[in-house]
Nanobody, 120 residues
Framework: QVRLVESGGGLVQAGGSLRLSCAAS????????MGWYRQAPGKQRELVARITNDGNTDYTDSVRGRFTISRDNAKNTVYLQMSSLKPEDTAVYYCNADVSTIFLMRNDYWGQGTQVTVSS
C-alpha cells in the first residue's frame, strides 16, 4: 500500500505565499510523475502542476510564473511553492503520484487534500 500525506495549506491574503508538501510512503519501488491538482467548489478537479522523475515540469496556464513544483526523490516528496496568490486559487489541493510498487504494480495514488484559501 502507498500513502500520500499533504501539508502546508491554510489561509493567506491575496499576494501572499504558501508552500505545500506531499510525502509518499509505503511499498514504493519508484515514483514516476508527481503532481498537484485542485478542486474549487462547484468545479472539476484540474491539474495545477506536474513533475516527472527526471525533473521536467508542466503548469496550467493560470499558475505559470507564480507557482513552482519541485521534488526530492530521496524523500519521495513533492512540493508546490505558491506565490502571488489570488482569490481564484482558493481550492482543495490534492497530491498525486504515479507509483511503481515493490509488488510490480503501477498505480495512481492520491492524498487526502489540503485546503488553500486566499482572501481578497
Amino acid at each position: 500500500q502507498v500513502r500520500l500525506v499533504e501539508s502546508g495549506g491554510g489561509l493567506v491574503q491575496a499576494g501572499g505565499s504558501l508552500r505545500l508538501s506531499c510525502a509518499a510512503s509505503g511499498s514504493i519501488s519508484s515514483i514516476n510523475a508527481m503532481g498537484w491538482y485542485r478542486q474549487a467548489p462547484g468545479k472539476q478537479r484540474e491539474l495545477v502542476a506536474r513533475i516527472t522523475n527526471d525533473g521536467n515540469t508542466d503548469y496550467t496556464d493560470s499558475v505559470r510564473g507564480r507557482f513552482t513544483i519541485s521534488r526530492d526523490n530521496a524523500k519521495n516528496t513533492v512540493y508546490l511553492q505558491m506565490s502571488s496568490l489570488k482569490p481564484e486559487d482558493t481550492a482543495v489541493y490534492y497530491c498525486n503520484a504515479d507509483v511503481s510498487t515493490i509488488f510490480l504494480m503501477r498505480n495512481d495514488y492520491w492524498g487526502q487534500g489540503t485546503q488553500v484559501t486566499v482572501s481578497s
